[in-house]
Nanobody, 119 residues
Framework: QVQLVESGGGLVQAGGSLRLSCAASGRTFSNYFMGWFRQAPGKEREFVARITWSGGSTVYADSVKGRFTISRENAKNTVYLQMNSLKSEDTAVYYC????????????WGQGTQVTVIS
C-alpha cells in the first residue's frame, strides 16, 4: 500500500522559511514524478513543483520560482520542499503526490500539511 506522509508545515512570518517533507513508502518510485501541490481556502488545488525520483529533473510554478526548491533523498525515500521568502499568498494546505512517468494523473496523494504565513 502506497503511503505519502507530509510533515513540516506550520505558522511562519512573511519573509521566513519552512521545509516540508514527504516520506514515501509502499512501492519503488524510480519511474515516478513526485510533486507538491497546494490548495488555499476557496481556491482550486494548484501545482507547485515536481521532481523525477531518478534523475532529479525539476519543474516549478512561476509563482514559486526562485523561492522554493524541491529535492529528494533517495536513501530515505523522502522528497522535500524548501520554501524561502514566504508570502501571505503561500498560505495553503500543501500536498505531496506521485505520478508514474508517461501518465497524466497523479494517482497517490498524502493527507496534506498546513502552511500559514502571517504578515
Amino acid at each position: 500500500q502506497v503511503q505519502l506522509v507530509e510533515s513540516g508545515g506550520g505558522l511562519v512570518q512573511a519573509g521566513g522559511s519552512l521545509r516540508l517533507s514527504c516520506a514515501a513508502s509502499g512501492r519503488t518510485f524510480s519511474n515516478y514524478f513526485m510533486g507538491w501541490f497546494r490548495q488555499a481556502p476557496g481556491k482550486e488545488r494548484e501545482f507547485v513543483a515536481r521532481i523525477t525520483w531518478s534523475g532529479g529533473s525539476t519543474v516549478y510554478a512561476d509563482s514559486v520560482k526562485g523561492r522554493f526548491t524541491i529535492s529528494r533523498e533517495n536513501a530515505k525515500n523522502t522528497v522535500y520542499l524548501q520554501m524561502n521568502s514566504l508570502k501571505s499568498e503561500d498560505t495553503a494546505v500543501y500536498y505531496c503526490a506521485a505520478r508514474r512517468i508517461g501518465t497524466s494523473e497523479y494517482d497517490d496523494w498524502g493527507q496534506g500539511t498546513q502552511v500559514t504565513v502571517i504578515s
